[in-house]
C-alpha cells in the first residue's frame, strides 16, 4: 500500500497520466506510465548506478534485466532512453547484499519496434517522496533487429531506408573488406599453390545491401571471421554509395566479439556524402572510401 500511494503521488505531481504508454519505445511491466521528457535534476538524490545483463536488446522482447543503485533518501526510480519521450516510475527496493544501506531499483525491460536499430542509452533517476529527482545514471545498450551475428569476430552495418550504404572494414593485417572485395584474403602468391578453404580465415561480407538502389526489407551488411581473426587494430567505415533519391540517412554500426557487443556508432549519411562520378563502376568508392565509423583493437 506504501508503494502504491508514493506512485500516485509521485504522478500527481509530476504530469503521469492513466494512459498505459503502449506507444512507447521503452517497456517495463508492472510500472507507472510518465508521459513526456525524462525528467530534471531538481535536487533530489541521485541515481548512483546503472547496469544491464546484457550490452544489447533483440526488438519487441521484455526480458533484459536492469539494476540501478540509488542514494538513501530515495524512495522511486524512473527509467527511460535518451532522445525519446517517456519513462517509467518504479518504487525503490530495499538494499542487496552488495550495497548495504543504498535502496535499489530493478525492473525487466524491453524495447519496442519505434527504437531505431542500434546504439542507445538507458537512463534512471531517483526521486524522494516529495518528487525531486536527482542526477541520473546512464548505461549504453544495442537495439537489434535480431540476434547478434555468429563469428568469433562480426561487424555490422545497419539502416533503414532507401540509400545504398556500403561496409568497409580493414582489418588487423591491413586487409579490406567491402562490396567489390568481400573477403579479407590477401592475393595469392604467383607460384604458390592456394588451399580452397582457406578464404574462411578471413573475413567476409555476407552481401551488399540496398545493392543498386534495389531495396532490401532489411537493410544491413555483415562482415564475419568465423575463425580466430587476427589480432591488432580493426577500422570500421561506412561508405554512402548513393542516396537513391533519400534526402539523408541515418546508419549504425556494431561489432560484436563470439557474441558480445564490444563497440558500436551511429552516423548520417547525406548527399555530399556521395562521391565519384556515377559512370565510373567504382567512382571513389573502392579501397579506404566512407567516413570513420569505428576502430578498435583484439
Not at 531499483?105 to 534512471?124: D, K
Not at 578464404?199 to 551488399?208: Q, S, V
Not at 542516396?243 to 558500436?264: D, F, K, T
Given at each position: 500500500m506504501r508503494h502504491a500511494w508514493l506512485l500516485a503521488a509521485?504522478?500527481?505531481?509530476d504530469a503521469a497520466s492513466s494512459d498505459?504508454?503502449?506507444?512507447?519505445?521503452?517497456?517495463?511491466?508492472?510500472?507507472?506510465?510518465?508521459?513526456?521528457?525524462?525528467p530534471q535534476d531538481t535536487g533530489g538524490p541521485t541515481?548512483?548506478?546503472?547496469?544491464?545483463?546484457?550490452?544489447?536488446?533483440?526488438?519487441?522482447?521484455?526480458?533484459e534485466r536492469a539494476n540501478a543503485y540509488l542514494e538513501p533518501a530515495a524512495r522511486a526510480a524512473v527509467f527511460g532512453i535518451e532522445?525519446?519521450?517517456?519513462?517509467?516510475?518504479?518504487?525503490?527496493?530495499?538494499?542487496?547484499?552488495?550495497?548495504?544501506?543504498?535502496?535499489?531499483?530493478n525492473v525487466v525491460l524491453g524495447v519496442r519496434a519505434a527504437i531505431e536499430p542500434g546504439p542507445f542509452?538507458?537512463?534512471?533517476?531517483?526521486?524522494?517522496?516529495?518528487?525531486?529527482?536527482?542526477?541520473?545514471?546512464?548505461?549504453?545498450l544495442v537495439a537489434d533487429e535480431e540476434p547478434e551475428p555468429a563469428g568469433e569476430l562480426a561487424?555490422?552495418?545497419?539502416?533503414?531506408?532507401?540509400?545504398?550504404?556500403?561496409?568497409?572494414?580493414?582489418?588487423?593485417?591491413?586487409?579490406?573488406?567491402?562490396?567489390e572485395k568481400p573477403n579479407s584474403m590477401p592475393p595469392p602468391v604467383p607460384g604458390m599453390p592456394?588451399?580452397?578453404?582457406?578464404?574462411l580465415k578471413f573475413g567476409i561480407l555476407d552481401h551488399d545491401g540496398n545493392k543498386a538502389c534495389r531495396r532490401d526489407g532489411r537493410p544491413r551488411e555483415t562482415v564475419a571471421w568465423t575463425m580466430a581473426p587476427p589480432e591488432g587494430e580493426y577500422v570500421v567505415r561506412v561508405d554512402a554509395r548513393s542516396m537513391c533519391g533519400s534526402p539523408g540517412q541515418s546508419w549504425a554500426v556494431m561489432a560484436y566479439r563470439n557474441g558480445e557487443l564490444i563497440g558500436g556508432a551511429r552516423g548520417f549519411a547525406a548527399p555530399a556524402d556521395?562521391?565519384?562520378?556515377?559512370?565510373?563502376?567504382?567512382?571513389?568508392?573502392?579501397?579506404?572510401?566512407?567516413?570513420?565509423?569505428?576502430?578498435?583493437?583484439?
Amino acid at each position: 500500500m506504501r508503494h502504491a500511494w508514493l506512485l500516485a503521488a509521485l504522478a500527481a505531481c509530476d504530469a503521469a497520466s492513466s494512459d498505459p504508454g503502449l506507444d512507447t519505445v521503452l517497456s517495463i511491466p508492472n510500472a507507472q506510465f510518465r508521459p513526456g521528457p525524462f525528467p530534471q535534476d531538481t535536487g533530489g538524490p541521485t541515481a548512483l548506478s546503472l547496469a544491464t545483463r546484457h550490452p544489447n536488446i533483440l526488438i519487441e522482447t521484455v526480458n533484459e534485466r536492469a539494476n540501478a543503485y540509488l542514494e538513501p533518501a530515495a524512495r522511486a526510480a524512473v527509467f527511460g532512453i535518451e532522445g525519446y519521450d517517456g519513462a517509467w516510475i518504479v518504487p525503490a527496493g530495499p538494499p542487496d547484499f552488495s550495497a548495504p544501506g543504498l535502496p535499489t531499483a530493478n525492473v525487466v525491460l524491453g524495447v519496442r519496434a519505434a527504437i531505431e536499430p542500434g546504439p542507445f542509452t538507458l537512463i534512471v533517476a531517483a526521486a524522494n517522496a516529495e518528487g525531486a529527482y536527482g542526477a541520473p545514471a546512464t548505461a549504453p545498450l544495442v537495439a537489434d533487429e535480431e540476434p547478434e551475428p555468429a563469428g568469433e569476430l562480426a561487424i555490422r552495418l545497419v539502416w533503414d531506408g532507401e540509400a545504398d550504404l556500403d561496409l568497409h572494414v580493414i582489418d588487423a593485417l591491413g586487409g579490406e573488406v567491402y562490396a567489390e572485395k568481400p573477403n579479407s584474403m590477401p592475393p595469392p602468391v604467383p607460384g604458390m599453390p592456394v588451399d580452397p578453404t582457406d578464404y574462411l580465415k578471413f573475413g567476409i561480407l555476407d552481401h551488399d545491401g540496398n545493392k543498386a538502389c534495389r531495396r532490401d526489407g532489411r537493410p544491413r551488411e555483415t562482415v564475419a571471421w568465423t575463425m580466430a581473426p587476427p589480432e591488432g587494430e580493426y577500422v570500421v567505415r561506412v561508405d554512402a554509395r548513393s542516396m537513391c533519391g533519400s534526402p539523408g540517412q541515418s546508419w549504425a554500426v556494431m561489432a560484436y566479439r563470439n557474441g558480445e557487443l564490444i563497440g558500436g556508432a551511429r552516423g548520417f549519411a547525406a548527399p555530399a556524402d556521395v562521391r565519384g562520378d556515377s559512370a565510373d563502376p567504382l567512382g571513389e568508392h573502392g579501397p579506404g572510401a566512407g567516413v570513420l565509423a569505428l576502430r578498435f583493437s583484439l
